[in-house]
């Protein structure tokens, strides 16, 4: 596809934006999320901190421990890769916590609730019940739970800021209708 036909197709995806002036639901809806996206700064540096922190936490307790070989058995913490038998070649599945970008890549996997029980059940396996169920399960409920719920408390504020303006609005223009 060339890039003539990539921006005109970008056009007329934004041609749903005309539907604005002609749709005033619509347009209290596209108004009310831009104003929403304004005010979630806090939150989204609330979230960055929770992120870091949960990838910096998964590191130190599960980082290069995700191992396994090709009969999908975990392979010991110490042992190096050997070139010797197929048992001894072990690999690492795309989600662990090896680097950070990996880790904030796993946590936002769980925070995304986009297959993350497999993430899960390879560190149970690997480094054991009790860290990886406290830690996936304080990442779930206090990531999927709390910061999603925090979220729609602030969309949904925002939604009721703007209908309750917008009623004022529609008051005022019938009180200044009677007085003509």
Request: hydrophobic share 60%.
């Given at each position: 596809m060339s890039a003539v036909a990539l921006v005109l197709r970008t056009f007329r995806v934004?041609?749903?934006f005309k539907l604005s002036k002609v749709w005033p639901q619509?347009?209290?809806?596209?108004?009310?999320?831009a104003n929403?996206?304004?005010?979630?700064?806090a939150f989204s540096v609330l979230l960055c901190i929770f992120?870091?922190?949960?990838?910096?936490?998964?590191m130190e307790l599960f980082?290069?421990?995700?191992r396994f070989n090709f009969a999908d058995e975990q392979v010991p913490y110490f042992q190096a890769p050997g070139n010797e038998t197929t048992s001894d070649i072990w690999s690492v599945p795309d989600s662990n916590f090896d680097s950070f970008f990996n880790a904030t890549l796993?946590?936002?996997?769980?925070l995304a609730n986009d297959g993350w029980t497999v993430i899960y059940f390879d560190h149970y396996r690997v480094v054991?019940?009790?860290t990886s169920t406290l830690f996936f399960c304080g990442l779930v409920l206090f990531g999927q739970d709390i910061l999603f719920k925090l979220f729609l408390a602030i969309l949904l504020k925002e939604f009721d800021e703007s209908s309750v303006l917008q009623e004022k609005?529609?008051?005022a223009e019938e009180s200044k209708i009677t007085l003509l």
């Open positions: 934004l041609r749903i619509f347009n209290f809806f596209l108004t009310t999320i929403t996206l304004t005010k979630i700064g992120s870091f922190m949960f990838a910096i936490l998964g980082a290069q421990r995700l796993s946590v936002f996997i769980v054991g019940v009790a609005q529609k008051k």
